[in-house]
Structures are given as structure tokens and as C-alpha cells.
């Protein structure tokens, strides 16, 4: 019977393993500097602004702020340490230090071709708030804001991207303060299949029974 257990738990374990995500994924946490990240504002020709880093304060450490006022986007170029992006999850920590109100979407871009995500509501409650979406072709699509070359899908879009970022619909025009940002990057889905976990636990139920009759 133990070895019955043995070869059952490896089973479970293997395929748990390989039902989720063999990529790598890369957080970036701002806990030494602003990491190459800038605030852009204004709409037709932004005004470019190194982020200004805070060593204190995030969620947790260090993290990013700049005047939300007019807010265009808050990007990178220096992309290479996200890698391959294709099947992760996106996500960034979020606050608004004031009363503004607007909209945000994450965004991925390469040689001038850019998707973007659906929008998500900015409040200004001073909390720091998470968001995640998956990045594949049902939540990104390509961004109708201004010209794309049309050259690259989204796949060779995050296979490598050379500008990553959150954009804001519309300009963040309410209030004076700060839009802060922390730990931007990619995390792997579910690696445990909720199928799987029942699977196992099913296995080991019946052989928990038949110990008890035998």
C-alpha cells in the first residue's frame, strides 16, 4: 500500500507540474531606484520626467511617484529583464495620493506596435492597490489611440518587448497629487490546477478508505 501511496503522489506531482508555466518571471520592486521608469505628460508630445523614486513607503520599500495632474503614461524602455512575456500575468501596485479620478490600462509595446488591456478605474483613496491581467489576446488588443506599423502580433509583441507600461485613457485632471507605482512585472499563473489538487486529493481519499476496510 505505501508504495501504491509513493507512485500515486508522483503521479500528482508531475502532472501538477507540468500543467503550469514554464516561463520566468520578473518583479520590479523599486527597492534601490527608479529602474529606468519615467511619468509622461501631456497628450500629443508628452513631457518626459525620470520617475522619482522613494526608498520608503511602498508596498513594501522603495517605489515610484510623480505628479498625477495631466498624467499621460508611466513607462519603461529598459525592458530586458522581463524577458518572454508570453503566457504570465501582468502586474503592478498602485496609489493615488489625492482626490483624482481617471482611468488606467497596462500596455505592451515593440517597434511602435502597442496593445493594451481593459481599462481599470483610478481612485483616489490612498491605498495601495494591486492589479493583474493575463496577457494573452482576449484581454489585449491592439491600441486604437494612435498609429500602429502593424508589423508584430502580440505574441512577438511579448516574446521581446522595448516599451512596457501603464497608459491613462483619458488625462487624470482632478486633484494635485501623486500617482505612486510599485512592483510592476510579470508572475506565473496558477501553477496547481484546481483539477489537479481534487484529482490527488480524490486518490488519496480512496486510499485512505480501503486502509480503513482492509
Do not use: C
Not at 77 to 103: F, H, K, W
Not at 107 to 120: A, H, I, R
Not at 182 to 200: E, K, M, R
Amino acid at each position: 500500500m505505501r508504495k501504491i501511496l509513493v507512485a500515486l503522489l508522483v503521479i500528482v506531482s508531475f502532472w501538477a507540474a507540468g500543467s503550469g508555466q514554464a516561463a520566468a518571471s520578473f518583479v520590479e520592486t523599486f527597492d534601490t531606484n527608479n529602474a529606468n521608469w519615467n511619468y509622461g505628460y501631456g497628450v500629443n508630445f508628452p513631457v518626459v520626467n525620470p520617475a522619482t523614486w522613494v526608498a520608503r513607503g511602498g508596498n513594501p520599500g522603495g517605489y515610484n511617484t510623480g505628479a498625477s495632474q495631466n498624467l499621460y503614461a508611466v513607462w519603461t524602455y529598459d525592458t530586458a529583464p522581463y524577458g518572454n512575456m508570453n503566457g504570465l500575468n501582468l502586474t503592478i501596485d498602485t496609489r493615488v495620493t489625492a482626490g483624482e479620478q481617471g482611468t488606467a490600462q497596462f500596455y505592451v509595446g515593440k517597434g511602435g506596435d502597442f496593445y493594451v488591456d481593459g481599462t481599470w478605474a483610478i481612485g483616489g483613496d490612498g491605498n495601495w492597490t494591486t492589479h493583474t491581467v493575463a496577457l494573452n489576446a482576449t484581454n489585449f488588443v491592439p491600441w486604437t489611440g494612435g498609429p500602429n506599423n502593424n508589423i508584430y502580433t502580440l505574441a512577438q509583441v511579448l516574446s521581446a518587448p522595448d516599451d512596457i507600461g501603464i497608459f491613462f485613457g483619458g488625462n487624470i485632471v482632478s486633484g494635485t497629487g501623486n500617482f505612486d507605482v510599485d512592483n510592476y512585472g510579470t508572475v506565473n499563473p496558477t501553477q496547481i490546477p484546481t483539477t489537479s489538487l481534487l484529482f490527488g486529493s480524490g486518490l488519496l481519499g480512496l486510499i485512505g478508505i480501503r486502509r480503513r476496510l482492509s
